[in-house]
């Protein structure tokens, strides 16, 4: 069944009768999505799993939304529907880059980072980042949250182990327990999960919006790195001077980045064929960990 009649049956069969057709929207991997366009309401945003889920990725989705506005002031669409197949939101505009819009989005991450600081790392459900469930256990210690819950927990994936050798693993577990030497010791926030350069919009009037969303409260730099590793236009620059001068960020920030972006490195490796380039970026970045040939000391 193709997409747009996919959704135009499960959006008739959740009550949005007045659906008349489905334009379908491109450029997602992980689920079918499309504009509802409606007899005399206001055409939304609908998106469904081609398969029947028994999650509540959607839901977990629409309260990361809803999250993000309430408590960190991000603009984002209004939910109207959210059920376990499928998630209907108010319809947003695609962007604009400019360095001006990029300076606006600065100061609203910035302003989510800083006005939601403090506390555990975690969230009171589970996400998802792409397919697969983002455990957001409750932890008190950053380092311990961010290397048991965001990068080892991908170590017994078959696609992990299949890129990875031995030695790749051992590095991983090395480079984990050697975090708190590696990165600054940094509050928990709210953080969007998946902040890369696609899941920024544009508002009808033009300003910045985000969606699809992977909440949880840990470092705020795993949404910056998230927006710097991944390809984003070159307008993108003026975030990272707004953003860094609005929260104080020190002159290292871009060498940690490689380090911070090893979730997305091993998440997409986890889930996606081909991986895009992934698995040769995680290598990389784990090779000074690695242990040469007759060396037994810790790299």
Request: charged share 25%.
């Given at each position: 069944?193709?997409?747009?009649?996919?959704?135009?049956?499960?959006?008739?069969?959740?009550?949005?009768?007045?659906?008349?057709?489905?334009?379908?929207?491109?450029?997602?991997?992980?689920?079918?999505?499309?504009?509802?366009?409606?007899?005399?309401?206001?055409?939304?945003?609908?998106?469904?799993?081609?398969?029947?889920?028994?999650?509540?990725?959607?839901?977990?989705?629409?309260?990361?939304?809803?999250?993000?506005?309430?408590?960190?002031?991000?603009?984002?669409?209004?939910?109207?529907?959210?059920?376990?197949?499928?998630?209907?939101?108010?319809?947003?505009?695609?962007?604009?880059?400019?360095?001006?819009?990029?300076?606006?989005?600065?100061?609203?991450?910035?302003?989510?980072?800083?006005?939601?600081?403090?506390?555990?790392?975690?969230?009171?459900?589970?996400t998802w980042l792409g397919l697969e469930p983002?455990?957001?256990?409750?932890?008190?210690?950053?380092?311990?949250?961010?290397?048991?819950?965001?990068?080892?927990?991908?170590?017994?994936?078959?696609?992990?182990?299949?890129?990875?050798?031995?030695?790749?693993?051992?590095?991983?577990?090395?480079?984990?327990?050697?975090?708190?030497?590696?990165?600054?010791?940094?509050?928990?926030?709210?953080?969007?999960?998946?902040?890369?350069?696609?899941?920024?919009?544009?508002?009808?009037?033009?300003?910045?919006?985000?969606?699809?969303?992977?909440?949880?409260?840990?470092?705020?730099?795993?949404?910056?790195?998230?927006?710097?590793?991944?390809?984003?236009?070159?307008?993108?620059?003026?975030?990272?001077?707004?953003?860094?001068?609005?929260?104080?960020?020190?002159?290292?920030?871009?060498?940690?980045?490689?380090?911070?972006?090893?979730?997305?490195?091993?998440?997409?490796?986890?889930?996606?064929?081909?991986?895009?380039?992934?698995?040769?970026?995680?290598?990389?970045?784990?090779?000074?960990?690695?242990?040469?040939?007759?060396?037994?000391?810790?790299?």
């Amino acid at each position: 069944m193709s997409t747009p009649d996919l959704l135009l049956r499960r959006l008739h069969d959740a009550g949005l009768t007045d659906v008349a057709r489905v334009e379908e929207v491109h450029g997602g991997v992980v689920a079918a999505a499309g504009l509802a366009h409606r007899g005399s309401s206001p055409t939304v945003f609908a998106k469904t799993s081609p398969r029947p889920r028994e999650d509540d990725m959607f839901v977990a989705e629409a309260d990361g939304l809803q999250s993000l506005r309430d408590l960190g002031g991000i603009r984002t669409p209004d939910v109207h529907l959210a059920t376990r197949d499928l998630l209907v939101l108010e319809a947003l505009q695609p962007r604009i880059d400019t360095p001006m819009f990029w300076e606006r989005l600065a100061h609203d991450v910035a302003h989510l980072h800083t006005s939601t600081a403090g506390g555990p790392f975690g969230w009171h459900r589970t996400t998802w980042l792409g397919l697969e469930p983002q455990d957001n256990t409750w932890e008190d210690d950053g380092f311990e949250f961010f290397a048991r819950r965001r990068l080892l927990r991908w170590l017994p994936e078959p696609r992990v182990r299949a890129a990875l050798d031995d030695a790749d693993r051992d590095a991983l577990e090395r480079l984990c327990a050697r975090l708190p030497e590696l990165l600054p010791e940094r509050p928990s926030c709210l953080t969007h999960g998946d902040l890369w350069s696609s899941n920024v919009v544009a508002t009808a009037d033009g300003g910045p919006a985000l969606v699809d969303p992977a909440v949880s409260r840990t470092w705020a730099e795993v949404d910056v790195a998230m927006l710097w590793s991944e390809p984003r236009p070159p307008e993108s620059d003026r975030f990272f001077d707004v953003y860094a001068e609005v929260t104080g960020l020190d002159i290292g920030w871009r060498a940690r980045m490689p380090l911070l972006y090893l979730r997305q490195n091993l998440a997409v490796v986890a889930q996606f064929v081909p991986d895009w380039g992934h698995a040769d970026m995680l290598r990389a970045v784990l090779a000074p960990f690695r242990r040469s040939p007759g060396v037994t000391a810790t790299a």
